[in-house]
């Protein structure tokens, strides 16, 4: 593993530590880099490359957190975003993942091929809940960038954002007291990514689908 390698898994394992304390604001950059034994540049473009991968978001004036770029309505209209139901959230999901899905069967390059079989080995060795649901969460935005749409990856960050208030604290619940509905998740991620790397629009879709059916009864029983 090269310095790169060991700079980046450095500040994601701190990152992994400051969320299972309860913290969403990373310290300031001074702090940051002495944590990491890294020069304030090098801490710049590992930031960034979290920024870009959705795993953190940058607040001006107010510092960096972790989790996806918070979404407008988030900020600005909470009695909307309190309306937004888990049905909500959900019915949107099965809308637009399985279409990202499919469309990542067509567009995605080998870059994003690696990316996410990388993701994959990951998460089989993830040795905590944390660790494992920011895998989660960036397996689901790799495959939402590997469509090459900028437009659809927004919606994706404005989708996850509601996820992260809606149904995070539930998905703690269930999935991080219990190892097999994280080992039926990862067998399940596995059908999505092989579709993927086929080049199989719609096996990919009808995975993904099936996928998040599943989430959604293992959180909350039928519907």
Known sequence: MDATDKDAMGLRSLIDRLEEGGERRLPPEPR?????????????????????????????????FIGPRQAAVTLDD????RAISVDDIFSARLLLEPRLAAQ???HANAQD?????????EMSGATSFVQWKRLDDR???????????????????????????GIDARVQEVFGQLA???RSTDV????????ILAHAPE??????????ASVRQNLFGSH
């Open 32 to 64: 940051l880099s002495a944590a990491l034994g890294v020069s304030r540049s090098r801490l710049r473009t590992l930031l960034k490359q979290l920024e870009d991968e959705g795993a953190i978001w940058r607040h001006v004036g107010k510092g960096t």
């Open 78 to 81: 909470a009695g909307l975003a």
């Open 104 to 106: 990542a069967a067509i």
């Open 113 to 121: 091929i690696d990316n996410l079989k990388d993701c994959l080995a």
């Open 139 to 165: 397996l689901h935005r790799t495959i939402a960038e590997a469509t090459h749409n900028p437009l659809l990856l927004i919606l994706y960050d404005t989708l996850r954002s509601q996820m992260k208030l």
């Open 180 to 182: 097999q509905p994280r």
């Open 188 to 195: 399940e991620h596995e059908g999505v990514v092989a579709a």
């Open 203 to 212: 096996r990919a879709e009808q995975a993904m689908r099936d996928h998040i």
